[in-house]
């Protein structure tokens, strides 16, 4: 007779890295709140459309890079990497284009798209996207699976962002990106659970996408930490 819990269940693959990504998320979380909350958030906002251009520019790159490692000959035989460029092969016209949502949110706050463009990354930036460079090219690019699901993770309700508009006396054209990811990132994420959960990831592979996942939270706390303390320089 089983002396397991009767409310007791296996843990999915999706589930097992959403309940990390939360364990780990109170950091984010915090400096997520500080950023919206910010009693200058015209001037943080600023500096946070520059620093996630400079993130959000390199997603369709990375993917692609991550692309070209699962279908190396030496990964042929992997039973993940297959299913798993199936998925990058389509996620990657989906984010197409998303860099381009930021570059118009600066033009209506005044900013011109080549600033943008030619603004240098913080250091903290350069960090999150390289570090996944690493993994893919010297590790393994399965790891590439944390850093999407945190990247697609929760993003803020359109009701709250209208409210954000209106306390900073913003025009909504200024969040279109939001706006825009508002609606698509529930329908990414809910697609890439599926993918975790159809994988035959071990538990070696669990562990590098739960690290991986980590270490993509510590990156992005320490980016919003900078753009919440910009103001002070």
Aim: aromatic content about 10%; overall charge negative; some cysteine.
């Amino acid at each position: 007779m089983s002396m397991a819990s009767p409310s007791a269940k296996h843990l999915s693959n999706s589930e097992l890295l959403r309940t990390r990504i939360a364990l780990f998320s109170s950091g984010l979380d915090e400096a997520a709140y500080q950023f919206w909350m910010h009693p200058e958030f015209v001037a943080v906002y600023r500096e946070y459309l520059f620093q996630s251009h400079s993130i959000i520019r390199a997603s369709v790159p990375l993917m692609k890079a991550t692309l070209e490692c699962c279908r190396a000959p030496k990964y042929l035989s992997d039973p993940v990497l297959k299913p798993f460029g199936d998925y990058l092969e389509r996620h990657i016209l989906e984010e197409s284009g998303h860099d381009e949502w930021i570059l118009d949110d600066a033009e209506v706050l005044g900013i011109q798209r080549r600033a943008l463009l030619e603004h240098i990354p913080k250091r903290t930036a350069l960090q999150l996207v390289g570090s996944q460079y690493y993994w893919i090219y010297h590790y393994h690019p399965v790891a590439m699976l944390g850093y999407i699901a945190v990247m697609e993770g929760t993003p803020p309700e359109t009701e709250f962002i209208k409210d954000v508009a209106r306390r900073n006396k913003l025009t909504l054209q200024a969040f279109s990106s939001f706006l825009l990811h508002a609606k698509i990132d529930p329908r990414h994420r809910a697609e890439l659970d599926l993918l975790l959960d159809v994988l035959p990831l071990t538990h070696e592979y669990l562990g590098l996408v739960g690290l991986s996942a980590v270490q993509t939270i510590q990156y992005l706390t320490a980016v919003l930490a900078d753009v919440n303390t910009s103001h002070l320089c």
